[in-house]
């Protein structure tokens, strides 16, 4: 899986996550339905770009870094699958 994420880098001010998997189970061990589940709009940072450029031509950082947690819009994104595992 590492070969895959090192050749699917990011550019600018892009950042490449992965969600976290749904719950399977309830605290108290009841099984749940796929349809029941919900999104999951939580997920961590593999990899990011080296930043945006302002006016002047500096790059902006960005702020998260590989390994942060971050929380993800609804509808936001772009599903990208690599060596089957959807990030």
Do not use: C, H, W
């Amino acid at each position: 899986m590492a070969s895959a994420i090192k050749r699917f880098l990011p550019l600018f001010d892009r950042v490449l996550v992965e969600r976290f998997a749904p719950e399977l189970k309830t605290k108290g061990g009841i099984m749940l339905p796929e349809k029941s589940q919900g999104k999951i709009l939580q997920a961590t940072v593999v990899a990011t770009g080296k930043g945006a450029r302002d006016q002047q031509g500096n790059i902006i950082p960005p702020s998260v870094k590989p390994g942060d947690e971050v929380l993800l819009p609804e509808y936001g994104g772009t599903k990208v699958v690599l060596e089957d595992k959807v990030l």
